[in-house]
């Protein structure tokens, strides 16, 4: 393992059976030997990656809780490699999630609910799962703190902007990004280029982002998972098919990008908050409602 100052990390892309969590439990672990053969602190593996794209056909067998003897599994075969992977999470009361755990040393380290549920284009995420509720961040190694947004979390700005505003110090993306996703006239490969590189140069954080590969009924997916440096540099681009790629981050290059964006410094919390607070009173509202007030 690398020392907390610099670390390896690494993004695995695949494709996933839908629905059958055991068969895909049995690729996760091929993953989870691949990047302990490269000496991984870190490994991200993409969006809903216990279930597939399309999980929610079988929702009812496919959901599990997150205290589900797999995921331990899952997270006793990672050891003190941190492994992030995607489920439908069910939650208190019969609420359904997409979700990322991350998991190390045989427990869950950290967990996301996606907050931000795409229902466009060939995108019915708002009909499956409730929302998440928060964007937190979690301890990596040494100075290392991890923020993890999953797939169209991050085309919401605020959400990676509170999570940059919470000390994350990475971005962790993982996604479902499918060709057809959003329309022919989206690009999505270009799209996710651009927002990942994006955000490494405006935060001086890198930024890790694992997609899947193959095909789901109608919705072809393209890879391409990338590992971004803080100024914005592609350290590592997945082809199509599956793969895994692997760089190694030194946080001096974050101080150094910092120092010379301070992007976080200069972020206005109190104004931030007192025009979101003042747009939540007036936005939407018809002007006779407000005149009259």
């Known amino acids: 393992m690398s020392t907390a100052q610099k670390i390896k990390v690494g993004a695995a892309q695949f494709s996933s059976e839908i629905g059958d969590v055991d068969a895909n439990i049995d690729r996760h672990l091929h993953w989870i030997a691949r990047g302990h053969e490269a000496g991984l602190d870190f490994l991200v593996l993409p969006e809903l990656s216990l279930t597939g794209h399309y999980g929610p056909d079988r929702l009812l067998t496919a959901a599990m ?48 609910r996606k907050v931000n549920l795409p229902t466009y284009g060939k995108l019915e995420e708002g009909k499956h799962y409730a929302s998440g509720r928060f964007v937190e961040t979690f301890s990596l190694a040494g100075r290392w703190t991890a923020g993890l947004l999953i797939c169209a979390d991050v085309w919401n700005p605020a959400l990676t902007h509170l999570a940059f505003l919470q000390g994350a110090t990475l971005l962790t993306c993982p996604v479902s990004s499918g060709i057809e996703a959003v329309g022919a006239d989206f690009d999505n490969p270009a799209g996710w280029a651009l927002t990942c590189r994006f955000y490494a140069m405006m935060y001086g954080a890198p930024v890790i982002m694992a997609n899947r590969t193959g095909t789901e009924r109608d ?50 919390i109190a104004l931030v908050l007192r025009e979101t607070q003042r747009l939540v009173e007036t936005l939407g509202i018809p002007d006779f409602v407000r005149e009259n007030h």
Do not use: C
């Open 65 to 112: 809780t997150r205290t589900d003897p797999r995921l331990m599994q899952l997270a006793e075969a990672a050891g003190p490699m941190a492994v992030s992977v995607g489920f439908i999470e069910e939650g208190p009361a019969a609420q359904f999630y997409n979700a990322a755990a991350v998991l190390k040393d045989g427990k869950l380290l950290h967990l996301h």
């Open 219 to 268: 919705l072809h997916f393209w890879g391409g998972s990338r590992i971004i440096d803080p100024f914005g540099k592609e350290l590592a681009v997945a082809g199509a098919e599956a793969e895994l790629i692997t760089a190694e981050l030194d946080y001096d290059v974050v101080r150094h990008a910092r120092h010379l964006l301070p992007t976080v410094r200069d972020s206005n």
